[in-house]
């Protein structure tokens, strides 16, 4: 096919006779076809907004450190009065507690102190102390987050099962009322559980199950939740139910049913009623969405 | 005229720097993840570009901004990577039509087809794919790709269309 013609074609330059002898030759279908199809490969959407968000705060926290003469008498001056107040009360609460929260379906992505980013996972929260930060660095995790650490002193991931330490390396975090879960991405971590502590090397993937922890291969580079799905394998009901309250804010009506049966299968973040149906047809359950309610029964 | 401009306007004041983000943070986010695939995080690759922005921000004058970002996020991008293939994601279509039920048999070939057209685009060279794709998928002019990856107009037409013939040809199996 001629190069310019096609040229022309793509910048709409062709006349019209030249058009239609292009538009004849059995090429000009596959053309068509491969710019039409193009745009199913569009890069994902990018959020502006809240990545400026956390652009002006890792700006703002590295400005801190940067004035850091100012910062030090500030501090000075802030330690004794602290330790003042401490004294007489115990419940001061400290200034540089930073916490941040994302509601059902939002994510959000975090930079620390020392550059190292959360991305933190839908109806999840963490805190850490900006104070203490160069001594220790240690997060408190409630949900799900995945952590790519900047190198450096130990750094700890805090939660209600257990702790997660590292030096530098990227890793996934599952911290839920019904799951725990450990995904090492890059590097190795150490999980503490209960006075045990278990390494996880690249590739490892520990979960709690009842109790019992289990460490499995997952050689994903990327947690489920980063490609907008929730893969669960022989899950209850009621604990699928759970993970999906993370990324649509529904309630569920489940008197009906039995929620104790196992669940193996994906559902997406992106489009609720498309996730219900990968829940529910494998089931043999139907639904009927009232407002927030979703009322589930036997088919 | 130009040292006092120069001198007057930098980075480093608030307004020049936020608009330096509204006007080229998306089109940074797209370069890095079409040249190199979402495993490497093109969100971080903005923030970091524009970090650095920022730490520069005396040195760097605002009409250098735009090729200092694309540069700095070319740049941390490519010490990371080495040369892995860069396979794209493409939007499941039938996620899209809901419920209505399809032909399956029409459902697989348009799967087999958007594979292969998969595959053809990770056999592209970086170059050719980021062009194509920011003009087919983004609809950038040739001028605006052109500026963002530093090369001619007519470089940036020969991109595309050699992108076009090797997917075509590649796809149709030839």
Redesign the interface.
């Known amino acids: 096919?001629e190069?310019e013609i096609?040229?022309k074609w793509?910048?709409n330059e062709l006349s019209e006779e030249e058009l239609k002898s292009f538009e004849s030759t059995k090429?000009y279908k596959?053309?068509v076809?491969?710019?039409d199809?193009?745009?199913?490969?569009?890069?994902?959407e990018?959020d502006?907004d809240s990545?400026?968000e956390?652009?002006d705060f890792?700006?703002k926290s590295?400005t801190k450190s940067n004035n850091k003469i100012v910062y030090q008498l500030i501090a000075s001056i802030a330690a004794v009065l602290i330790i003042g107040f401490l004294i007489f009360d115990y419940t001061v609460p400290n200034q540089l507690e930073n916490t941040k929260t994302t509601e059902i379906a939002q994510t959000h992505?975090i930079?620390l102190p020392d550059q190292s980013?959360v991305d933190l996972n839908a109806n999840s929260s963490i805190d850490y102390n900006e104070a203490t930060w160069e001594e220790e660095r240690l997060v408190s995790l409630e949900g799900e987050a995945t952590f790519?650490v900047e190198k450096g002193k130990k750094f700890t991931v805090s939660t209600n099962y257990g702790t997660v330490e590292v030096l530098g390396t990227i890793f996934n975090v599952k911290s839920r009322d019904y799951a725990f879960q450990v995904q090492c991405i890059e590097g190795s971590v150490k999980v503490g559980i209960k006075n045990e502590n278990y390494i996880l090397k690249q590739h490892d993937l520990l979960k709690l199950e009842k109790d019992k922890v289990i460490i499995e291969s997952d050689r994903s580079?990327?947690p489920d939740w980063k490609n907008n799905l929730s893969i669960v394998r022989n899950e209850t009901l009621n604990n699928v139910l759970m993970e999906f309250q993370n990324y649509y804010d529904v309630e569920f009506e489940t008197s009906n049913i039995d929620t104790n049966k196992t669940f193996t299968g994906s559902f997406?973040h992106?489009?609720m009623?498309?996730a219900l149906?990968s829940i529910t047809l494998p089931l043999g359950i139907s639904y009927k969405i009232e407002g927030k309610k979703v009322f589930l029964t036997h088919k | 005229m130009a040292s006092t401009k120069s001198f007057s306007d930098n980075c480093c004041k608030k307004n020049i720097f936020d608009k330096l983000y509204n006007d080229h943070s998306k089109d940074l986010h797209d370069f890095i993840y079409y040249k190199f695939g979402a495993e490497h995080n093109p969100k971080d690759k903005v923030q970091v570009a524009f970090m650095k922005l920022w730490e520069n921000c005396k040195k760097v004058s605002p009409d250098k901004a735009k090729s200092f970002l694309f540069s700095v996020a070319n740049n941390t991008t490519l010490n990371v990577i080495k040369h892995k293939k860069v396979v794209l994601k493409y939007e499941s279509k039938s996620d899209r039509s809901k419920s209505d039920i399809q032909d399956p048999q029409f459902l697989m070939e348009e799967q087999e087809y958007m594979d292969k057209y998969q595959l053809a685009l990770s056999k592209l060279t970086e170059e050719k794919r980021v062009a194509f794709l920011l003009n087919r998928v983004e609809g950038k002019k040739h001028k605006e790709i052109a500026e963002i990856l530093g090369i001619s107009r007519k470089a940036v037409e020969k991109r595309i269309y050699t992108a076009l013939d090797q997917l075509r040809k590649d796809i149709d199996g030839i």
């Open positions: 096919m190069e096609i040229k793509l910048n090429e596959s053309y076809k491969i710019l199809n193009a745009k199913y490969f569009k890069a994902p990018f502006a990545s400026k956390s652009l890792a700006i590295r992505n930079t980013i790519n580079s990327l997406t992106q489009n009623e498309i149906n």
